[in-house]
């Protein structure tokens, strides 16, 4: 093992600005800081909202990392940040001794491709700045992720900035065969152990921006035999408000039972309940501010380290330093490499092997604990849309989960780190939480026709809608329905029969496996051509699309667009033309997810 590269004195400043949802731009902008520490630079990574905005003045090398949401909408964390940005009084000049670059995280089968990124670049230009590349686009539909847009862009931009700041004479860039030093040290306080959480505890926040929910009803609602458990899950919310078209974001915890198989592999049953405080290595690296002053071992990896998590290349770069096995620490090198991307995709990403398996397969890597922080990023919130109205359930939030199980070449079937820990949730059990808006609200004329596509899971928020409609006796209603069979995963079935009896809703269903060919919502979708054409163009109707994001939102975007060529007699590019104007205008509103 090299010896640990220390941080020099450096006299140059780069700031990483990010803005992240589900902490993917910090991740990327933890990266970039590391390999400007390699070049000698003073970097500082901070949320775009947190930055004192007064010290822009001060900057000269600014890089901006920023992630998509919704509708090509910028994150909460950037919306302050954007606003003082966009003041009409700002001078021409006001930016103009900054250099810069920005790098958008997106999803390219979405219209609004990193929007947020594309606004930002132009904007930094209209204030002077000066690009010192082209913006880069990171694409989830790429087969390697965002690293298959970021590499490429890193090296172009370390290119053009050490032309512009040349390492300091007499030195040479740390190479990456240096293991940097822990962001922590480890000072462990007494040898008297702490007791650990249980689901009945939510984890330690101190954040002040989060709320506690108390579980009511965790049931499945899919038939017992069918391949897909989706459950309804209610909670008592308390104080926390929210409204129609909300998200919850839950904060989940990992399994005690997979928590103490990562305490026996790396045989630390001596430490797992020894209480310790974090000791801050780095000016600008400080432990994150839902940490309490005092963890343990067995807290962290249950309430804060994604250890069942996927791992991204730092861990395989990180983790090359720690094997004492020289096959397995060239091969962790390999996959941390730029040339072993394919190799890592074949490995990791497709058979969706997790941190621990990879820790299991090269066990001769010793991670010294102080490392672990470094190693394994944090479990991040998981986003639930919610299911419920607050007018029909007050003080109530009601979300339908799918839980996440599959098989790859893996022998053990795959699991979501969050839906896992949800489905052992009983009633009385405490979970943590905040509220985030979501992208699709309804019309404020209760009068406007209101079309909604739904397939599976997609339904939630439909249904929340249809609940606050209804209440505000608004009845006209469209709902498109999908899954695979009648009697296996029509979720809500009696509710939206009931609302259908009632004359509050027309209920179209699509049913794909229960017949020999196939039947889509964008099929139903056709066969209704008159009733869409008629709420939509003749009565400006809105349309709200909410599922997966693979191919359902195209098809039904072709389906609706086929509807107004057949009945309203468009070309099929005036059709396209009208569908892009209401996204626009907010009467075409899409929540979809990979």
């Known amino acids: 093992m090299k010896p640990v590269a220390s941080g020099a004195p450096l006299e140059r400043s780069m700031l990483i600005l990010y803005a992240t949802e589900t902490g993917t731009s910090q991740e990327v902008s933890e990266r970039i800081a590391r390999e400007a520490r390699r070049r000698y630079f003073r970097a500082r990574t901070c949320s775009m909202d947190d930055y004192d905005r007064a010290q822009l003045q001060r900057e000269h090398l600014l890089i901006c990392v920023c992630s998509t949401t919704g509708q090509g909408t910028e994150p909460v964390t950037m919306q302050k940040f954007w606003k003082f940005l966009l003041r009409k009084s700002h001078s021409p000049t006001l930016l103009s001794h900054i250099q810069f670059g920005v790098f958008g995280l997106g999803d390219s089968s979405y219209l609004r491709f990193n929007f947020p990124a594309k606004k930002l670049h132009k904007r930094l230009l209209q204030l002077g700045a000066q690009a010192l590349v082209p913006r880069g686009d990171g694409d989830d539909q790429h087969y390697l992720g965002l690293d298959g847009a970021l590499d490429p862009w890193l090296d172009n931009l370390w290119g053009t900035i050490l032309e512009k700041w040349p390492i300091p004479e007499g030195k040479e860039i740390i190479g990456d065969d240096i293991l940097p030093q822990a962001s922590f040290d480890i000072q462990f306080l007494s040898d008297e152990p702490q007791p650990s959480k249980t689901n009945g505890e939510a984890p330690h926040s101190t954040t002040g921006r989060s709320h506690i929910a108390t579980v009511l009803t965790n049931r499945r609602i899919t038939a017992p035999d069918h391949f897909q458990d989706v459950r309804h899950v209610e909670f008592d919310t308390e104080s926390a408000s929210y409204e129609v078209g909300d998200v919850m974001s839950i904060q989940p915890h990992n399994l005690a039972t997979e928590v103490q198989q990562v305490i026996d592999h790396f045989e630390w049953q001596h430490l797992s309940d020894k209480p310790f405080r974090l000791i801050q290595q780095h000016e600008d690296i400080r432990p994150p501010p839902q940490y309490p002053p005092t963890l343990t071992l067995r807290q962290i990896l249950t309430d804060h380290l994604d250890i069942f998590g996927r791992p991204r290349r730092y861990f395989f770069e990180l983790l090359a330093f720690f094997a004492t096995d020289p096959l397995h620490a060239e091969k962790l090198r390999e996959?941390?490499?730029?040339?072993?991307?394919?190799?890592?995709?074949?490995?990791?990403?497709?058979?969706?092997?997790?941190?621990?398996?990879?820790?299991?397969?090269?066990?001769?890597?010793?991670?010294?604990?102080?490392?672990?922080?470094?190693?394994?990023p944090e479990m991040r919130p998981r986003s639930f849309s919610i299911a419920s109205s607050p007018k029909a359930h007050p003080g109530r939030i009601h979300l339908a989960v799918a839980i996440v199980e599959y098989k790859t070449k893996m022998k053990t079937p795959r699991r979501g780190v969050c839906t896992k820990w949800m489905k052992t949730l009983e009633a009385g059990d405490k979970v943590r939480f905040n509220i985030k808006k979501g992208t699709m609200v309804l019309p404020k004329d209760p009068n406007v026709p209101l079309v909604m596509v739904g397939p599976g899971t997609g339904v939630a928020p439909m249904r929340a809608f249809i609940q606050d409609r209804i209440v505000n006796k608004a009845t006209d209603n469209m709902l498109f329905f999908g899954c695979r069979n009648q009697d296996k995963d029509f979720l809500f079935k009696e509710e939206f029969e009931q609302h259908q009896a009632n004359n509050e809703l027309q209920l179209v269903t699509a049913f794909s496996r229960d017949q020999d060919h196939k039947i889509y919502v964008q099929h139903r979708i056709k066969e209704h051509a008159p009733d869409i054409y008629r709420k939509l163009c003749l009565e400006n109707g809105v349309i709200l699309l909410s599922g997966n994001a693979n191919r359902m939102p195209t098809d039904v975007a072709d389906a609706l667009a086929q509807c107004m060529v057949d009945i309203g007699k468009m070309s099929r590019e005036d059709a396209e033309?009208?569908?892009?104007?209401?996204?626009?205008?907010?009467?075409?509103?899409?929540e979809c997810w990979s």
């Open 335 to 376: 996959f941390g490499s730029a040339a072993g991307q394919d190799e890592l995709y074949s490995y990791c990403h497709r058979p969706r092997r997790t941190m621990f398996e990879v820790l299991q397969d090269f066990h001769s890597a010793k991670v010294p604990l102080k490392y672990l922080f470094d190693l394994i």
């Open 577 to 590: 033309k009208h569908l892009k104007e209401m996204t626009r205008n907010g009467r075409f509103q899409e």
